[in-house]
């Protein structure tokens, strides 16, 4: 399929779904926003969006890797919290 033709048949799909018009580049964006907020690894989301390094990735979604860090710290200190 040609990527006019792809992207004409998404922008019919969000019409008929009551949808705002969307490009692709923002889906991609939505799917390794949606994974990293949901606490998937970088590396992962990394491959998936087949980024060849991993610097890339977190350039971009730096803010992002800094909520993860901050719930992984949040759980460490309940972890430890109940250790006592």
Do not use: C
């Not at 926003?33 to 970088?42: K, M, Q, S, V």
């Amino acid at each position: 399929m040609q990527g006019w033709t792809a992207y004409r048949i998404l922008q019919r799909l969000l019409v008929d779904a009551g949808l705002p018009r969307v490009r692709f580049h923002a889906l991609r964006h939505a799917f390794a926003t949606t994974l990293l907020a949901d606490g998937e690894d970088l590396a992962n989301v990394s491959k998936l969006l087949g980024h060849r390094d991993l610097a890339t990735t977190a350039n971009v979604y730096d803010h992002l890797t800094d909520q993860a860090s901050r719930r992984a710290a949040d759980r460490m200190d309940r972890a430890l919290r109940r250790a006592r």
